[in-house]
C-alpha cells in the first residue's frame, strides 16, 4: 500500500467550540489508483486533502489517527521529513487557478520552483525540463507560455500549468483538489483526459475531489462518498452508481443534471 | 491612465523634482552662507540680491531654505526607512507564523499606536537628549506600528492564497515561502505607504523642530526656520512665510505622486 488513512479526526478548535470536520476517514490507494472524493461543499473532503498534503496549520487544530505514506506517519513525522515527501512524492493542484499562480512571477520561474528546490540542476537544464513539463501537458506554445505572467493566460492553461509545476517533481500521489470546479465544461473534459494520461504513462496515483459525479465517474476506478465529515459509502465507481446504498448517493446521482441524448445515463 | 491621473502624477513629479533639485543644491552649495550674519541685510526684503530676503540676523533666507530642505528630507527618509525596514520585519513575522508572537507584538503594537507618535518621540528625546539622531530614532520607533500593521494585513492575506500553498507543498522553507514568494508581492503596498509615511515624516520632523526637540541651532531645518520666524512675524513675514511654503509644496508633491502609485 503507497498510501494508508486511518481513523483519520480532525478536530477545530475555536474559542469555545470544537466542531469535527473529519471523523474516522478510513482508505487505503495502492501505487496508480486513482481514488475519488465526492460530497458537498463542506463535506470535509478537502480538509482530508490538506491534511494528507500536510498543508493543515499546527495550531488551533487537532489531528488523530494514521495517514502511513510510503511507512511514513504524515502526521506525527518530524517537519523536515514532511517537507522532503512534499517536494518529491506529494503534489497537488487546487481548485482556483486564478489563485494558484504567484501574480507577479513569470510562469517558467514557477514551474521550476521545485527543481530549485529539491535538486541541484543548472538553469538551462532546469529550463529544458520546465519546457518539457509544459509541453507534456499539452500547452500549444511553451516557449510563449514560458515567458509569459499568470494573468496572460487563461483559466484552462493556468490549470495546466499547475500540473505541469505539480509533476515536474515526478511525484507518486498526485492530489487534485476540484480542479476542473472554476473552468468550462470543455475545458474539465480536456483536464480529466490530461489526469488520465498523466497516470497511465507516468503511473501517478491521483486522488480527485469533487462534487460532479459524472467527472468522478469518467476517471476513477474507486470512490468515497463523504458527508458532514463522515464516508458514508465506498466501493468501486460503477456499482455504487449502479445501486447505491446510501440515500445521500442516491440524491448525489439524481442532482447530476440528465441530457436527453445519453437516455438519462450518466455520463 | 485617465487624463486626472495623469495630470495629478505629473504635478506631482515636477513638484517633488524642484523640491529635491533643492535638496541637492542644498548639498552642494548655496549662494550664501547659511550661518554668516549680515547685520546691514537685516530683515532685508525680496531682491535680486536675496532671492528669498534675509531673516532677523541677517542670513540669507533662500540658502537656509536649501539646507532646511536637504536637513528635513534626509531625517524624514531615515525615518521611513526604520520604519517601514522594521514594520516590515515584524508584521512580515507576525502575519506569517501567527500564534502567541503575533499576539504579543501586535499587542505592544497597538499600545505604541495608542501613543500619539509625538509623545512618543517626546519620551525618547527625554531620555536621549534631542538632537538630529536622537530624532531619528525617535520618530523612527514610532512609525513602526503603521506599517507593521499594514505589512500583517497583507501577508495574513497573501499567506492563505493557493499559490503559497503549492510553494509549500513543493517543499519550500519558511524562509523561502517569505522572501522569495510574498516580500515581492508586498511592493505595491509598500510603496503607497512609503510615500505616505515620508509625507508624515517631514510633518512631524517640522513639527518635533518647530517644538525645539530636532535639530539644533543655528543649523537650519524647516521646521526650525518656522519657529525662529515666528517671534518676527509681523515684522518679517518672509522668514516664515517660505520654509512653510516649501514645506507644503513638498508635501503636496508627495501626496500627488502617492495618490497615483499603487492603484
Redo the contacts between chains.
Keep these: 500500500m503507497m498510501l494508508k488513512v486511518e481513523d483519520l479526526c480532525i478536530k477545530i478548535h475555536d474559542k469555545n467550540s470544537t466542531e469535527t470536520v473529519v471523523k474516522d476517514v478510513d482508505f487505503t490507494m495502492k501505487r496508480g489508483d486513482i481514488l475519488g472524493i465526492v460530497g458537498e461543499s463542506g463535506s470535509g473532503k478537502t480538509m482530508s486533502a490538506l491534511a494528507i498534503?500536510g498543508?493543515l496549520?499546527r495550531?488551533n487544530m487537532e489531528k488523530s489517527g494514521n495517514i502511513i505514506f510510503e511507512d511514513i506517519n504524515l502526521l506525527n513525522c518530524s517537519r523536515k521529513v514532511l517537507?522532503?515527501i512534499?517536494?518529491?512524492e506529494?503534489?497537488?493542484?487546487?481548485?482556483?487557478p486564478l489563485?494558484?499562480?504567484?501574480?507577479?512571477?513569470k510562469i517558467g520561474w514557477?514551474v521550476e520552483?521545485?527543481l530549485k528546490?529539491?535538486t541541484t540542476m543548472e538553469r538551462l537544464e532546469r529550463k529544458e525540463r520546465a519546457l518539457k513539463a509544459l509541453k507534456d501537458v499539452e500547452l500549444d506554445n511553451p516557449e510563449a507560455v514560458y515567458n509569459s505572467y499568470p494573468h496572460e493566460l487563461s483559466g484552462g492553461m493556468r490549470q495546466r500549468v499547475?500540473i505541469a509545476?505539480?509533476m515536474i517533481?515526478s511525484p507518486k500521489l498526485l492530489i487534485a483538489d476540484e480542479p476542473t470546479t472554476a473552468l468550462d465544461v470543455t475545458i474539465q473534459a480536456q483536464i480529466v483526459e490530461l489526469l488520465k494520461k498523466i497516470n497511465k504513462e507516468r503511473g501517478t496515483a491521483i486522488l480527485f475531489i469533487s462534487h460532479d459525479l459524472s467527472l468522478v465517474n469518467t476517471l476513477c476506478e474507486n470512490v468515497l462518498v463523504m458527508k458532514d465529515g463522515l464516508v458514508v459509502e465506498s466501493g468501486k465507481c460503477a456499482d455504487i452508481f449502479d445501486n447505491p446504498r446510501e440515500a445521500y448517493t442516491k440524491g448525489l446521482i439524481e442532482a447530476i443534471p440528465h441530457n436527453p441524448f445519453y437516455n438519462g445515463k450518466v455520463i | 491612465m485617465e487624463r486626472s491621473k495623469k495630470v495629478k502624477l505629473i504635478t506631482g513629479l515636477v513638484i517633488t523634482a524642484l523640491v529635491i533639485i533643492m535638496a541637492v543644491w542644498g548639498m552642494i552649495k548655496t549662494p550664501y552662507d547659511p550661518y554668516s550674519m549680515d547685520t546691514s541685510a537685516k530683515f532685508a526684503g525680496v531682491s535680486l540680491k536675496h532671492v528669498f530676503g534675509c531673516d532677523q540676523f541677517g542670513r540669507d533666507i533662500f540658502s537656509r531654505v536649501l539646507v532646511g530642505v536637504r536637513e528635513t528630507m534626509f531625517i524624514s527618509a531615515c525615518v521611513v526607512f526604520i520604519g517601514a525596514f522594521l514594520g516590515t520585519v515584524i508584521g512580515t513575522v507576525t502575519g506569517y507564523f501567527g500564534g502567541w508572537l503575533d499576539e504579543f507584538l501586535m499587542r505592544i503594537n497597538d499600545a505604541l499606536l495608542a501613543f500619539p507618535s509625538v509623545l512618543l518621540a517626546l519620551v525618547v528625546i527625554g531620555l536621549f537628549g534631542s538632537g538630529k539622531y536622537q530624532l531619528i530614532v525617535a520618530l523612527g520607533i514610532a512609525f513602526i506600528p503603521s506599517f507593521a500593521r499594514i505589512v500583517r494585513g497583507e501577508v495574513l492575506k497573501i499567506r492563505n492564497l493557493d499559490y503559497i500553498n503549492a510553494v509549500k507543498l513543493y517543499g519550500a522553507s519558511n524562509f523561502r515561502i517569505i522572501v522569495v514568494h510574498i516580500l515581492p508581492n508586498l511592493k505595491t503596498v509598500l510603496l503607497s505607504s512609503i510615500i505616505i509615511g515620508f509625507n508624515n515624516a517631514v510633518l512631524a520632523e517640522a513639527g518635533m523642530s518647530y517644538l525645539g526637540m530636532g535639530v539644533a541651532p543655528p543649523n537650519p531645518s524647516l521646521g526650525r526656520m518656522l519657529s525662529e520666524a515666528q517671534t518676527y512675524i509681523f515684522t518679517s513675514p518672509l522668514a516664515a512665510v517660505f520654509p512653510g511654503i516649501v514645506i507644503a509644496f513638498m508635501i503636496l508633491g508627495f501626496s500627488l505622486l502617492g495618490d497615483t502609485v499603487g492603484k
Design positions: 498534503a498543508l496549520s495550531h517537507r522532503k512534499q517536494g518529491s506529494i503534489s497537488m493542484i487546487f481548485q482556483e489563485n494558484s499562480l504567484n501574480p507577479i512571477k514557477q520552483e521545485g528546490i529539491h499547475m509545476s505539480a517533481v
